[in-house]
C-alpha cells in the first residue's frame, strides 16, 4: 500500500474543544488534501496543500485550519468541534497535479 | 465551482449482471477518474482517462472519457459480490493547482 497514514482512526471529542488531525505520507508527494465524507454530500474538499506551507481553502473551509511545515504532515485542526463536523475525514496525496489521489483509511470524528 | 453529476445514485443488481454509471458536467475537464470505496475504506483508484474518446479497461471494468470532455462513464462486466462499494468520478479541472472536483458516488450492492 501507498505510505500514507491518518491518525486517530477514531475520535470522540465534546463540543467546543480543539481537535487536530494528522495525515503523513511516506512518497514525498507534493500534493496532499483534507476531505469529508458525509451521506448525500460525497467527498467535499476542505483544504488542500502544494507544497511546504504553500495551503489554500476547498468549498468547505469553515471551521477549519491546516498546516504543512514540512513534506511529509499535513494537519487538520477544528480550532473549536461543533457537532456539525461530525464526519468522516479523509487525507490524500498526489505526485503531481494531473494524477490519481491516494487516499488515507480515514478518521471517524464524532463531536458530542 | 464546477460540479459533476453522477448518476445513479444507487443501483441493486443481481450478481453476473453488468453496471453501467455516468458522469457529466457543464464544464471541460483534462482528465477523469473511477474510484472504487469499499465500507470503512478511503476510495481507490480505479481508472484513469487522459485523452478524449479514450477508452480503457482494467479486468471487467471499462471506462470512456467522452469526446466533448464533458462526461464519462464506467461499466462493470458480470458483476460479482465484492464489486459492492460506492463509486465516484473525478475530473481534474483545466488549469493552475485545482484539485480534482468529485461527484457524489454510486453506491452499487450486489445481489447473489
Known amino acids: 500500500d501507498a505510505g500514507i497514514t491518518q491518525s486517530p482512526r477514531h475520535k470522540v471529542t465534546e463540543t467546543g474543544t480543539p481537535v487536530t488531525l494528522r495525515c503523513h505520507q511516506t512518497?514525498?508527494?507534493?500534493?496532499m488534501y483534507w476531505y469529508r465524507q458525509d451521506p448525500g454530500h460525497g467527498l467535499r474538499l476542505i483544504h488542500y496543500s502544494y507544497g511546504v506551507k504553500d495551503t489554500d481553502k476547498g468549498e468547505v473551509s469553515d471551521g477549519y485550519s491546516v498546516s504543512r511545515s514540512k513534506t511529509e504532515d499535513f494537519l487538520l485542526t477544528l480550532e473549536s468541534a461543533t457537532s456539525s463536523q461530525t464526519s468522516v475525514y479523509f487525507c490524500?496525496?498526489?505526485?503531481?497535479?494531473?494524477?490519481?489521489?491516494?487516499f488515507g483509511s480515514g478518521t471517524r470524528l464524532t463531536v458530542v | 465551482g464546477q460540479q459533476l453529476n453522477q448518476s445513479p445514485q444507487s443501483m441493486f443488481i443481481q450478481e453476473g449482471e453488468d453496471v453501467s454509471m455516468n458522469c457529466t458536467s457543464s464544464s471541460i475537464f483534462n482528465t477523469w477518474l473511477w474510484y472504487k470505496q469499499d465500507p470503512g475504506e478511503g476510495p481507490v483508484l480505479l481508472i484513469a482517462?487522459?485523452?478524449?474518446?479514450e477508452l480503457t479497461s482494467n479486468g471487467r471494468l471499462t471506462a470512456q472519457f467522452g469526446i466533448t470532455r464533458k462526461d464519462s462513464f464506467l461499466n462493470i462486466s458480470a458483476s460479482i459480490p465484492s464489486d459492492v462499494g460506492i463509486y465516484f468520478c473525478?475530473?481534474?479541472?483545466?488549469?493552475?493547482?485545482?484539485?480534482?472536483?468529485f461527484g457524489k458516488g454510486t453506491r452499487l450492492s450486489v445481489i447473489a
Open positions: 512518497e514525498n508527494h507534493r500534493y
Open positions: 473525478a475530473g481534474q479541472p483545466d488549469s493552475g493547482n485545482t484539485p480534482l472536483v
Open positions: 482517462l487522459y485523452k478524449a474518446g
Open positions: 490524500a496525496i498526489s505526485g503531481d497535479r494531473a494524477g490519481g489521489y491516494t
